[in-house]
C-alpha cells in the first residue's frame, strides 16, 4: 500500500471488473482454484502516487509504458482527492489500464478535518495520544476505528472515491493499528528492540474504546497487567478494523465497485504485528506486501508467505495477489519472484511502487506474460 513515506508505504511499509451491487459478499464459498490458471488471467499491478508537477503528457507516457511492459492495473494514491483521481483515470484507462483508487485508511498524515478533532486519533497504553505523539515516524497519525466520528470521516473517504467514474476498486492501505512490532529488518533503523508488545506502540486505550471494551466484558484494559495475554482485549481490536472494511465492503457494492487491500504479508503475522486479521474480512482481493528484505528473508519467503495466505483463505471469495517490493532485486530476481507467487497460488502480482520498476524490471515482467 502511498507516498514515498519511507517506513511503511514499504509496508503496507502498513501497495477488475465491476460487480452488480446486488451482489452478496457470503463468509462461505469456494476457494478459488489456480490449478488451471491461464497467463491472461493473472493480472500484474503497480502502486503509483500522484504528482502535482507531473504532466498529462509525461503522466501518458508513463502509463503507455507499464502497458506495453505487461502492466494490467495502476493503484493510484490521490490523498484522497477525488478530483485529482477524476482526472487521472481518462488518461491511464485510454492506454489500456485498469485504475484502483489506493488510499490511506485508518493512518491519516496530514487530513486537515481530522487535525480539528484531536480526539479522534488513537491512544497509546502510556495515555499519550497520537494526535501529538507519533510512534517510529512524524507522519504515523491513526485515527480511531471504535469512535464513531473518526470512523464516518474515514468511510466519507471511502464514498468520495467510490464516486469517480471508471475505476475498478476502492483500495485500503493502512487498514490496522499502528505497528506493535516493526520488520525485524527495521530495528535497527530506529535504534529498537521489540521483544515484548511496549507500550509506547500499543493502541487503542482512548475513552471510547476502553469504555464499550469495558461495558461489554467487564473489565478495564488500562488495568491489565499484561494487555499482550487477554485474548478479549486482542479480538476487540481485531474486530473493530474488521468493521471499518466490511463497512467500506457496502460502499463500494453500493457503486458497482470491487475492495481491494495492501496487508501484512499473511494473516498470523498481520495478526502479530498489527492487529490486521484480513482472512476473515469481507474484501474481494488482498495485496500482501510480502517485502522478504523488510524481514532479513531470502527471494523464497514470497512463496512461503504467498501460500500461506492463500490456505488461510481456502472456502472464502477472496483472491490474493503478491505483493513484491522492487528497489533490491534485479531483473532475474523479478521474474524468480513472479514465479514463486504463480507457483504458490496467487491471483497476481503488484509492484511497490511504480516509479521504481526499471528497465530491467518491465522486460521481465513483459517477458513474463509473454512465457
Not at 468520495?160 to 483500495?171: D, N, T
Request: aromatic content about 12%; some cysteine.
Amino acid at each position: 500500500m502511498k507516498k514515498l513515506s519511507l517506513l511503511f508505504l514499504l509496508l503496507t511499509a502498513s501497495l477488475v471488473s465491476c460487480v452488480n451491487k446486488s451482489e452478496a459478499h457470503q463468509d462461505t464459498q469456494a476457494s478459488v482454484d489456480t490449478t488451471d490458471l491461464k497467463q491472461e488471467d493473472f493480472k500484474y499491478w503497480t502502486w503509483i502516487t500522484a504528482n502535482p508537477d507531473k504532466t498529462d503528457a509525461e503522466y501518458t507516457q508513463k502509463f503507455k509504458k507499464y502497458k506495453e511492459n505487461g502492466i494490467d492495473a495502476v493503484l493510484i494514491n490521490t490523498e484522497t482527492d477525488p478530483e485529482v483521481l477524476r482526472h487521472l483515470v481518462p488518461l491511464a484507462r485510454k492506454e489500456g489500464l485498469e485504475v484502483h483508487a489506493w488510499m490511506f485508511t485508518m493512518n491519516r498524515p496530514g487530513d486537515a478535518v481530522a487535525q480539528q478533532h484531536p480526539e479522534w486519533y488513537v491512544v497509546s497504553r502510556e495515555g499519550k495520544s497520537n494526535f501529538d505523539t507519533r510512534p517510529y515516524v512524524d507522519y504515523y497519525q491513526w485515527l480511531c476505528p471504535t469512535r464513531k466520528e473518526s470512523r464516518e470521516h474515514v468511510l466519507s473517504l471511502v464514498e468520495g472515491l467510490a464516486k469517480v467514474e471508471g475505476i475498478e476498486s476502492i483500495h485500503l492501505d493502512y487498514i490496522r493499528f499502528p505497528d506493535i512490532f516493526l520488520p525485524i529488518g527495521l530495528l535497527p533503523k530506529y535504534d529498537l528492540e521489540q521483544n515484548e508488545e511496549l507500550a509506547e506502540f500499543d493502541f487503542c486505550y482512548c475513552d471510547v474504546c476502553v469504555a464499550e471494551f469495558e461495558k461489554e466484558h467487564h473489565k478495564n484494559p488500562r488495568e491489565f497487567e499484561n494487555p499482550a495475554i487477554d485474548m478479549e482485549w486482542k479480538q476487540f481490536r481485531l474486530n473493530k478494523i474488521k468493521a471499518v472494511v466490511d463497512d467500506a465492503y457496502k460502499i463500494a457494492k453500493e457503486n458497482n465497485l470491487k475492495l481491494t487491500a495492501a496487508v501484512f504479508p499473511y494473516p498470523e503475522m498481520a495478526d502479530h504485528m498489527v492487529r490486521q486479521r484480513w482472512d476473515k474480512w469481507n474484501v474481494d482481493m488482498v495485496l500482501p506486501m510480502i517485502y522478504q528484505n523488510f524481514y532479513n528473508e531470502e527471494l523464497d519467503w514470497i512463496g512461503f508467505a504467498t501460500r500461506q495466505g492463500v490456505k488461510d483463505l481456502e472456502g472464502r471469495n477472496t483472491q490474493l495477489h503478491t505483493g513484491i517490493y522492487v528497489p533490491p532485486l534485479s531483473g532475474e530476481e523479478v521474474s524468480e519472484a513472479i514465479e514463486l507467487a504463480k507457483a504458490n497460488g496467487a491471483r497476481g502480482v503488484s509492484f511497490f511502487d511504480g516509479g521504481a520498476l526499471t528497465d530491467d524490471h518491465l522486460k521481465a515482467i513483459k517477458e513474463s506474460r509473454d512465457n
